[in-house]
């Protein structure tokens, strides 16, 4: 059974600090997913990465994938408050899982 | 257009009512999902209708039923739910079940259900 773990759970960060969130799986998987969650609201696409060694950036985001490592990562660089949120990350295809999600918190 | 609409927003409804979820699309998507999810907790894939046909039924207990009328609309029925079932309904819609490398699932805003 595919698992997918994230850490860390919680994260508070200071504004204008980088950080990095990790997500590890267990089964070999073509598609990794990155979701943004704010309270109360539904999920945001934020990436998809297909191959070992894709890297997308989408402003202040970065987001990579180690196949063979079944790792992606997801890094935060000089964070500001409008970060603030729960990041999921998600593997599979049709039967998507996801990990238990990070809750981040940007203060000034 | 990338937006997947859900009805209601809000629900509440007792232990032996019946009542229905309603999620529709105009992307052109082929699948569409329904997900659970407790507060504070990951999305839970419910169901998967792929090409308007159920391919995917993750043990769920039979007072949810789906119901998948045509490519644009997914439903899901409720009957005889228990507190416990209190949740955020979530639906979802993407290009074709998983079978396109690039696709991605696009997430409505949700209905958020209490069992009283």
């Known amino acids: 059974e595919l698992k997918v773990e994230q850490n860390p759970l919680f994260l508070s960060m200071q504004e204008g600090k980088n950080y990095t969130i990790y997500c590890n799986y267990s089964t070999t998987s073509d598609r990794l997913y990155w979701y943004r969650q704010d309270p109360g609201k539904s999920l945001e696409s934020l990436f998809v990465l297909l191959s070992n060694g894709a890297v997308k950036q989408e402003g202040r985001l970065m987001a990579s994938l180690d196949t063979k490592a079944r790792l992606s990562t997801l890094h935060i660089t000089a964070a500001v408050h409008d970060l603030s949120a729960t990041y999921f990350c998600?593997?599979?295809?049709?039967?998507?899982?996801f990990g238990a999600g990070t809750r981040l918190t940007v203060k000034p | 257009d990338t937006e997947v609409t859900q009805t209601p927003k809000h629900l509440v409804m007792g232990m032996t009512n019946k009542k229905s979820l309603k999620c529709e699309q105009h992307m052109g998507h082929r699948a569409m999902y329904w997900y659970k999810q407790k507060a504070k907790k990951p999305p839970e894939l419910m169901f998967v209708y792929s090409y308007e046909k159920l391919s995917i039924n993750e043990s769920v207990p039979s007072r949810f039923s789906p119901e998948c009328p045509n490519s644009s609309l997914l439903n899901l029925h409720l009957h005889a739910l228990q507190p416990e079932d209190s949740a955020l309904y979530l639906c979802?819609?993407?290009?074709?079940?998983?079978?396109?490398?690039?696709?991605?699932?696009?997430f409505g805003p949700g209905t958020r259900l209490l069992v009283l």
């Open positions: 998600a593997v599979g295809r049709a039967d998507m899982r």
């Open positions: 979802a819609s993407s290009q074709g079940g998983g079978r396109t490398l690039q696709e991605t699932q696009y």
